[in-house]
Structure formats: C-alpha cells, structure tokens
C-alpha cells in the first residue's frame, strides 16, 4: 500500500509530457507540399513517396519517348518517295528549249540559240527530228555529215544495248578513260568517254557519250566529240551533254 502512494506522489509532481513537440514533428514529416509558383497544396506524402513519384515519371516520360519514335519510325517507313520529275515537269536550264521526235518516243533540251533541222542531204524525214544541234544554222541540205558523228550536240538511234557498249569499249579500238552505270528515266544507262585508237572516218580523239537502252532492240545515244571539225570546245560541250542528258525524257506527249 505503501508503494501504491508513494508512486501516486510521484505522477503528481512530475511535469506533464510535451505532447506538441512530437505531434509538430510527425506532422512535419507528412506536411503537404505546395507549388510556390502559385501557392496549391498538392498532396500529403509520407518519406519516401516524393522518390517513388520521380521514379514513376520517369518511367512514364521513357514509354512517351519510346512511342513517339515508334510512330515517327512507322511515319518513314511508309511514306511515299517523293516522285522524280518526269515529261514535261523537269526543269530546263536557263535559255534552253525541248525538242521532241514523235517517231521514235524521245524529247530533249537543247540550247534556245541553237539550231536543229530533221533534213538529212536534201531529204526530209519526221524520224530526223532532234537528233542533230549546232551553234550554227543548217543549209537547205540539212545534215551533211554521211556517216558517223559531226555536231556538238548530236543523238543517234542504234541496235541493242550491250552490243553498242561492248563495241565501245573495245580495247582494240579505243581506250576508255571513264565508264559509269547509270539510270536515265526508268531505262539503263552508262556514260562513257574515250579516245579512239583507229578511226576509218576522221582523226582519232576523245569522244563522250550516253548510252540508254529504249527497248531490248533499240539504244538511243547522246554524243559529242573533239574531232571531226566539231564547232566549239570540247570541254564545253560535254558540259551541253549532260544539261541535254538532264533533260532526256522518253514522253512522246511532251510538246515539241
């Protein structure tokens, strides 16, 4: 009993535990956050929880940039190539016009000051169209040139394709100094330049040409050449070559 009211006298002179002190420190751990930019309580968060919503946005930032590269991959991958020009969509260097020969299926530029004519030695033919150009005017004969090649700019109609190239590339008659494979409008192509070692017709020389191939018979040649008393300078028309060759297009609808 003695026991009992000596413990009572002690609870009654003790002081009174401060109760304030742990709930403000309990409550500063769960405190709400707030956006100081325009003062919003957001949510109670235990410890911890701050960590797991970073975790969480990142996760969710991740599957947002791994689904826009999907759709952009998807995006690519069926999108149409854009189409190359064709027929009369291509663009003509500055001063040039077209010229067209119905008989055969073929148009091509041509400087505007120059000069072309379908008369071949006095004798007019709609399959001469576009196959002979010349800084200067042709006579009433038109076409002197017999055999072979003669005009800056000129473009004949041969047999099947890999007999014309191989017949070019003969070493025994000329040494080529460039040869390369190319695409003209949908056909085969090759661009060759090369110097005779033999020439039945005029003196040996450099010669630079395309080769297309219009059909399995048929291979449509774009020519120039150093010899031969070709008007101008070599070196400028082979660059008349390959603005002619941009032009090229196998369109019989395109206006002459």
């Known amino acids: 009993m003695v026991d009992l009211r000596e413990q009572l006298r002690r609870i009654e002179a003790a002081e009174p535990p401060d109760l304030w002190a742990d709930i403000e420190s309990r409550a500063r751990a769960g405190r709400p956050q707030v956006d100081t930019n325009i003062g919003t309580v957001v949510a109670f968060r235990k410890q911890g929880s701050e960590q797991r919503r ?11 940039v791994a ?8 995006a690519f991958r069926d999108a149409s190539p854009e189409p190359l020009p064709t027929g009369t969509d291509i663009t003509m260097p500055d001063g040039w016009v077209r010229c ?53 700019l000129e473009v004949a109609i041969r047999g099947p394709f890999d007999q014309q190239v191989a017949q070019v590339l003969d070493p025994e008659v000329a040494r080529t100094l460039t040869q390369e494979e190319l695409v003209v409008d949908g056909h085969r192509a090759v661009r060759i330049e090369y110097e005779t070692l033999i020439d039945l017709i005029g ?3 450099l010669h630079y040409e395309y080769l297309i ?22 070196e400028e028309n082979r660059t008349v070559v390959d603005l002619a060759m941009d032009t090229l297009r196998f369109d019989i609808d395109a206006p002459a």
Do not use: K
């Not at 970073?54 to 947002?64: D, M, S």
């Not at 826009?68 to 998807?74: P, Q």
């Open 67 to 74: 689904l826009t590269i999907v759709v952009a991959w998807r």
């Open 100 to 152: 067209t020969n119905t008989a055969v299926g073929y148009s091509i530029g041509y400087p505007g000051e120059w000069h072309t004519t379908d008369v071949f030695m006095g004798e007019q033919d709609p399959s001469n169209v576009c196959q002979w150009f010349s800084p200067t005017p042709f006579g009433p004969e038109g076409n002197v040139v017999s055999e072979g090649w003669g005009y800056p």
């Open 213 to 234: 191939e219009v059909d399995p018979q048929t291979t449509l040649i774009v020519h120039t050449t150093a010899t031969r008393g070709v008007e101008g300078v070599y």
């Open 54 to 64: 970073r975790v969480a946005a990142g996760l969710l930032a991740a599957a947002v």
């Open 203 to 205: 003196e040996p020389g």
